[in-house]
Nanobody, 124 residues
Framework: QVQLVESGGGLVQAGGSLRLSCSASGLTFSSYAMGWLRQTPGKEREFVATISWSGDTTYYADSVKGRFTISRDNAKNTVYLQMISLKPEDTAVYYC?????????????????WGQGTQVTVSS
């Protein structure tokens, strides 16, 4: 049974930082690209960042480029999202997701497994 468990969300002031973690089990972690996506009420889930299964390739949404960094530790079956210079518009539920391919996708439908999400709230 595949499980993805996110942690690290919370309430932070604008300009602050948070580090999200996603621990995976039940899958061969190094065979999956990982992604972070986020969702606010009434909106579609949107792509934030992805990292290749080896960790050597990353892509970011334009809205977070330069502020967010995705990384992974295959020995720990964990993917991270370091977020700095947070803005109120970053407020969302953040999900990690796994795709059985070299790199993740901007398209939600390309991911096979999802975590339950962690809330990030940025106050102004």
């Amino acid at each position: 049974q595949v499980q993805l468990v996110e942690s690290g969300g919370g309430l932070v002031q604008a300009g602050g930082s948070l580090r999200l973690s996603c621990s995976a089990s039940g899958l061969t972690f190094s065979s999956y690209a990982m992604g972070w996506l986020r969702q606010t009420p009434g909106k579609e889930r949107e792509f934030v960042a992805t990292i290749s299964w080896s960790g050597d390739t990353t892509y970011y949404a334009d809205s977070v480029k330069g502020r967010f960094t995705i990384s992974r530790d295959n020995a720990k079956n964990t993917v991270y999202l370091q977020m700095i210079s947070l803005k109120p518009e970053d407020t969302a539920v953040y999900y990690c997701a796994a795709r059985p391919y070299y790199i993740g996708s901007y398209d939600n439908k390309e991911y096979d497994y999802w975590g339950q999400g962690t809330q990030v709230t940025v106050s102004s």
